[in-house]
Nanobody, 123 residues
């Protein structure tokens, strides 16, 4: 059973940066594609970014392209989301999720989810 724990959220001013981490426990982490999703109050959960099991393929939502970067360190069982030039509309709870033996997608078709971390962008 894979368990995911997000960290790194917080309050940041517009234009600022945060780095989210998704730490996984369990075996065979490098068999999983990992996705980052977010959900703002009153809105549906949306895909932000994802990375393949090897890290060789990534995907981003149009709203974050050029500002967010996803990466992974399989030796540390961790995936990162570097978020730069943050905007108030990036405010949401951010979740990481994992798919076993599957490609990276921005749809919430993932079998394992973390509990989420709050990101608030406000002056």
């Amino acid at each position: 059973q894979l368990q995911l724990v997000e960290s790194g959220g917080g309050l940041v001013q517009p234009g600022g940066s945060l780095r989210l981490s998704c730490a996984a426990s369990g075996y065979t982490f490098d068999y999983y594609a990992i996705g980052w999703f977010r959900q703002a109050p009153g809105k549906e959960r949306e895909g932000v970014s994802c990375i393949s099991s090897s890290g060789g393929s990534t995907n981003y939502a149009d709203s974050v392209k050029g500002r967010f970067t996803i990466s992974r360190d399989n030796a540390k069982n961790t995936v990162y989301l570097q978020m730069n030039s943050l905007k108030p509309e990036d405010t949401a709870v951010y979740y990481c999720a994992a798919r076993l033996f599957a490609r990276c997608v921005l749809l919430p078709d993932y079998g394992y989810w973390g509990q989420g971390t709050q990101v608030t962008v406000s002056s």
